[in-house]
């Protein structure tokens, strides 16, 4: 019998927040793209919880208000707030260069994102998210992360070709 351990129980949060992250980028309406990575932050914040990893588990759980709020308004200056408040746990959680300063970036392209006006602009600087939460998870060791934030890539380039590449008319 396997034992499920916390990195086992990490590893299954992860998955479920995959499965929903995948179906939230694969839909067209902002709001229920916004709605659905809200609930599925919520569950990466439970992954990086039980890897012990502060930063990333202060990250998604912010990342959880900043899609509900998202949802209703792009204004500027809910951006500047979420800006501020991640360069704050970053400073707060911060235990090393390279493991924070990703999270950091991650986070910045995610903020950038989810306030972006349009769609398209939206997917390019969630993908670029994604990059960096790959990274972060690879130096921690995560396969789930990894393979995680590989899915959200291949989801983010399948929505924008499906979504933002004009088709030629026939």
């Given at each position: 019998?396997?034992?499920?351990?916390?990195?086992?129980?990490?590893?299954?949060?992860g998955?479920?927040?995959?499965?929903?992250?995948?179906?939230?980028?694969?839909c067209?309406?902002?709001?229920?793209?916004?709605?659905?990575?809200?609930?599925?932050?919520?569950?990466?914040a439970?992954?990086?919880?039980?890897?012990?990893?502060?930063?990333?588990?202060?990250?998604?759980?912010?990342?959880?208000?900043?899609?509900?709020?998202?949802?209703?308004?792009?204004?500027?200056?809910?951006?500047?707030?979420?800006?501020?408040?991640?360069?704050?746990?970053?400073?707060?959680?911060?235990?090393?260069?390279?493991?924070?300063?990703?999270?950091?970036?991650?986070?910045?392209?995610?903020?950038?994102?989810?306030f972006?006006?349009?769609?398209?602009?939206?997917?390019?600087?969630?993908?670029?998210?994604?990059?960096?939460?790959?990274?972060h998870?690879?130096?921690?060791?995560?396969?789930?992360?990894?393979?995680?934030?590989?899915g959200?890539?291949?989801s983010?380039?399948?929505?924008?070709?499906?979504?933002?590449i004009?088709?030629?008319?026939?």
């Amino acid at each position: 019998m396997i034992e499920l351990t916390p990195y086992l129980w990490s590893q299954v949060l992860g998955i479920i927040g995959t499965i929903l992250m995948i179906i939230g980028t694969q839909c067209k309406n902002r709001s229920i793209i916004m709605s659905i990575l809200s609930v599925s932050m919520g569950f990466y914040a439970g992954h990086y919880w039980l890897l012990g990893d502060a930063t990333g588990m202060a990250m998604s759980s912010l990342s959880v208000v900043r899609y509900f709020i998202s949802i209703w308004t792009t204004h500027k200056i809910w951006k500047i707030i979420f800006l501020s408040i991640i360069f704050g746990l970053f400073i707060l959680t911060f235990h090393s260069w390279v493991i924070s300063t990703l999270a950091l970036i991650a986070g910045i392209f995610a903020v950038l994102g989810t306030f972006a006006k349009d769609t398209k602009q939206m997917r390019v600087l969630l993908f670029c998210g994604s990059l960096a939460w790959c990274i972060h998870g690879a130096i921690l060791q995560s396969v789930i992360a990894v393979v995680t934030q590989i899915g959200n890539m291949i989801s983010w380039i399948v929505s924008y070709s499906r979504y933002e590449i004009k088709k030629p008319q026939r």
